[in-house]
């Protein structure tokens, strides 16, 4: 089993959260599954669900209609696998998109506690009766 981790930009973002978050249900559903499918089986995940693009870069696919997904990712060690971003695409993955995941691998490699993604705990406020 590999661990899933999601890349946080420098001011706290995550981009594979918020980008699922816009998505709808079923194309969650859908992403939800291929992720789930590259935690467990990692670099044996082949076409059509995963693909190697270049430079370390992996696109996580799936279709929902006509849009294609690709969820772009990166590997860190032989069993962390780094969630960069989501886009849609085309006829190919376009060139920036390759270089932006390119950009967070080095960053990722430089510090991994500052561009790993950690949810907060939600904090439980008990009203208090009087």
């Not at 980008?19 to 082949?46: H, S």
Request: net charge positive.
């Amino acid at each position: 089993m590999f661990e899933l981790r999601f890349f946080q930009t420098a001011n706290g973002e995550c981009l594979v959260l918020e980008a699922l978050n816009c998505l709808p249900k079923q194309v969650q559903a859908k992403a939800y599954v291929r992720m789930e499918r590259l935690a467990e089986l990692g670099n044996k995940l082949t076409r059509p669900e995963s693909d190697y693009l270049r430079n370390g870069i992996y696109e996580l696919r799936w279709r929902f209609v006509k849009v294609q997904y690709r969820l772009l990712y990166f590997f860190s060690g032989e069993q962390i696998i780094v969630l960069s971003h989501i886009i849609t695409k085309d006829k190919e993955v376009p060139s920036k998109e390759i270089e932006k995941s390119i950009l967070h691998k080095m960053l990722f490699e430089k510090n991994q506690g500052k561009y790993t993604y950690i949810q907060e705990e939600e904090t439980v406020w008990a009203k208090k009766t009087p």
